[in-house]
């Protein structure tokens, strides 16, 4: 499919999220509209020529999570969204996007002004009440987007959050694959590259896998920093075991990453699968 027709199609596609949005979320139920937008989220993926693999889904947790994930691109998020809908927190600078901005200011994206040391104070409040009451929030503890093949340095101050609310930390770790069973670095949003030039890149690097593989979660504890240490270590297990496994099957990766939980990984599922074409539509 020629690269213009598909930008189209992604254009209309966010048009259409925010139809829903403004149409349907207001009377739909909490249940509804996280069907909504993880369907909206999947769709969104299988435009750009991309498949959902998840791995471990059975370490999930609904309630009362933050969910912490390496970062790569801002298609992260709808592959997030295509997992698990959850609020994020993000760059306030995304909020002027268009489309895209309203999009997330709808969807209770927190944003924050990292310039401002205050921001981050406030902004920490704030996800400590939402984990408290119960929400899910997911954060990008490395601060700004990397090629995906090591981590960054994870940041503490967020983690402060699950702290004071008592809740645990889910590791999530994002790798894409192309279709040559080789990791892709095309999703990559990075250096100086624009949004446009970071679209076409992802489109022409299809057909793509967006490998998600769901951490066992971890006990807040007292120490922020003890916090965002095991969960950049576990996010780094997995990424490592996923870079040495690409081949093997979903459930053989599962098996082989340890939790800092357990030493074994007989709560690993099988790896959950959503396939496409590269015109979109579901194969």
Request: aromatic share 6%.
């Amino acid at each position: 499919m020629k690269l213009a027709l598909r930008k189209a199609r992604l254009i209309a596609h966010l048009l259409h999220g925010m139809w829903i949005v403004a149409t349907r979320f207001p009377k739909a139920s909490a249940e509804a509209r996280h069907t909504l937008n993880r369907e909206w989220s999947l769709k969104m993926l299988r435009l750009c020529g991309m498949q959902l693999v998840v791995h471990n889904d059975s370490a999930r947790l609904d309630r009362g999570v933050l969910v912490v994930a390496n970062h790569i691109s801002w298609i992260d998020i709808y592959v997030i969204n295509a997992w698990r809908p959850t609020p994020f927190v993000s760059k306030a600078e995304i909020r002027q996007w268009p489309v895209v901005g309203w999009l997330a200011q709808q969807l209770d994206t927190v944003f924050i002004q990292r310039e401002k040391r205050s921001d981050a104070k406030r902004i920490m409040h704030e996800l400590s009440d939402r984990l408290g009451a119960g929400e899910l929030m997911c954060v990008f503890p490395e601060g700004t987007t990397s090629n995906g093949l090591t981590l960054l340095p994870f940041h503490a101050n967020m983690f402060q959050a699950a702290v004071s609310a008592s809740a645990p930390v889910q590791p999530l770790c994002i790798m894409y694959e192309d279709a040559h069973g080789r990791q892709s670095t095309a999703p990559a949003y990075i250096d100086d590259l624009t949004l446009a030039d970071s679209l076409n890149m992802l489109l022409r690097g299809g057909p793509l896998t967006a490998h998600v593989y769901v951490g066992a979660p971890l006990a807040p504890g007292a120490d922020r920093r003890t916090l965002a240490a095991e969960a950049e270590g576990v996010i780094g297990m997995a990424l490592r075991e996923m870079q040495r496994g690409m081949a093997r099957s979903g459930a053989a990766i599962a098996a082989s990453i340890s939790s800092p939980s357990s030493s074994d990984a007989s709560n690993a599922s099988p790896a959950l699968i959503e396939p496409i074409d590269q015109s979109g539509r579901s194969a």
